[in-house]
């Protein structure tokens, strides 16, 4: 797979139900992303991935999968996504659909007709009996991983309504194959793998001591790659350049390797980066590893610094001050204009490395997080099952705003969107800021027209001051000062910069490219 479009592709993550909406429902729709896909192309992105869209009770909106073979009819059906991925291609953009095989919903027929005492239904899934839960096991999402069906307890790693398969049964296997090959079949350039590493539980069930152990040890079991390697045959089978991306959280570097040997994934998320604080050394340090170790292994390093489930770069840059909740999704006090320059800079830097890189929504236009939802209006169920200690991930899902001002901010004609934007999202609407002169958005097209003739494997640049991360790669050279003070650099007129600094400096708080 040598010399293929996703090794350097640069590919934009679209949480379709905040994207666009035409039917006024306030809920996006396939229609609305078909016809921004001029949009996606102006900005220079060579595709797109897609959160899961399939038929869907909304337990966790649309990863709890109740028909992996269809589209959520509130989306359009299959007939919008038939346009969509033909509109797509004809305007050279890649198409990836997101796959859930960990769990899926507890309205998927097998899990009903387990529910209803189909014992070959019940092998599919993780049942146990007894008057008590079989292990300590906690939901990622807060709570218990086990609820009570009838006399036995089931497992769901997430919500109660995200029943966990049982991947050592052969049936779920073979299920998952013929998923991938509908889609495949239908067209679709490649597949985003949900949690990747825990679709195996330990056998045993053994308790663990705390959270954090179990979703190290319960789950990443060996079993898993043996499925990974047959994936990655099927989409090799089709001699259409396809590719698969693991969303794969495990302890260390080394462990992440394990699933990018050449005939397992292409490409898996390198997430140390998207953990790190604004510090150039955590920078450096993760940027060398992922270099040293994943790229060592013959793959593609998959940079990314947001998602829909992390907090926006901008507010986790720009925290001052920090009271509670998970490093992706802290609360705190959050300085704005500090995170915005951040952001910035950090993009920049981002989009100078070897490998490729995945974009989310609304980050080209610097949203910050919305931190200041109602509680009545959260839809996570982590908001919930935390017992309201964690914000959860609606503040990064709130529906983009198109315009300054009117309904919605351009997203709907509805002024009701399914989760409230707030009074000052018109201040970072997307529209006002195309054209004109050092806007974020421009800043974005700009290095990504850039980035398409970068090339050569990075070379790092010695620095006399430690807040400083430099390196080159071919003739272009990328600074970025994380400290409050300029940086002298011998290299002139900047190619482009995140923040103004004047010939041979580089502003505090920025990243600059140049020519060398």
Known sequence: MNGSWWQDA?????????????????????????????????????????????????????YDVSDYTDIDARYGGLPAFDRLLADAHARDLRVLMDLVPNHCSAAHPWFQAALAGD??????????????????????FGGPAWSKAGDEWY???????????NWRNPEVAAYFEEVLRFWFDRGVDGIRIDVAHMMFKHADLPDWPDHAEYNILAQNQPEVHDVLRRWRKIADGYGRDLTLVGE???????????????????????????????????????????????????????????N???????????????????????????????????ARAAMMLLLALPGSVYLYQGEEAGLPEVLDLPDEARQDPTWLRSGTADYGRDGCRVPLPWTASGPSFGFSSSER?????????????????????????????????????????????????????????????????????????PWGEPLLASADAGPGTVAPSSTAWFRV
């Not at 899934?125 to 906690?138: C, E, L, Q, T």
Request: hydrophobic content about 40%; overall charge negative.
């Open 417 to 489: 969107t399914w989760l409230p934007q707030p009074d000052w999202f018109g201040e970072f609407a997307i529209e006002p800021q195309i054209g004109r002169p050092g806007s974020t958005w421009e800043l974005h097209r700009r290095a990504l027209e850039i980035r398409r003739g970068i090339g050569g494997p990075l070379e790092w640049i010695p620095a006399d001051r430690r807040d400083v991360v430099a390196f080159r790669r071919g003739d272009l050279a990328s600074v970025t000062v994380f400290g409050d003070e300029p940086y002298a650099v």
């Open 248 to 306: 794969v959280w495990v302890p260390t570097i080394d462990d992440l390797a394990l699933y990018l040997r050449p005939d397992e994934l292409p490409q898996a998320f390198y997430f140390d980066l998207l953990l790190c604080p604004w510090d150039a050394a955590r920078f450096r340090t993760s940027i060398g590893g992922g270099l040293e170790q994943i790229a060592a292994t013959g793959a593609t390093l998959t940079w990314t610094l947001a």
């Open 155 to 165: 497992l769901h790693s997430f919500d109660a309504g995200q029943p966990d398969f």
């Open 308 to 342: 829909h489930d992390v907090h926006r770069t901008v507010s986790r840059y720009g925290l001052v001050s920090y009271t509670d909740g998970p490093p992706t999704r802290p609360r705190g006090t959050v300085d704005v204009a500090l995170g915005v320059r951040r």
């Open 10 to 62: 640069v590919v934009y993550q679209v949480y379709l139900r905040s994207f666009a909406d035409t039917d006024g429902d306030g809920v996006g729709d396939l229609e609305g992303l078909r016809l921004r896909l001029g949009y996606l192309r102006d900005l220079g992105v060579d595709g797109l991935w897609l959160n899961p869209i399939y038929p869907s009770p909304g337990a966790d909106h649309g």
């Open 119 to 140: 014992p070959a239904a019940r092998e599919r899934f993780i049942f146990r009996p007894g008057d008590r839960p079989p292990n300590n096991w906690r939901s990622a």
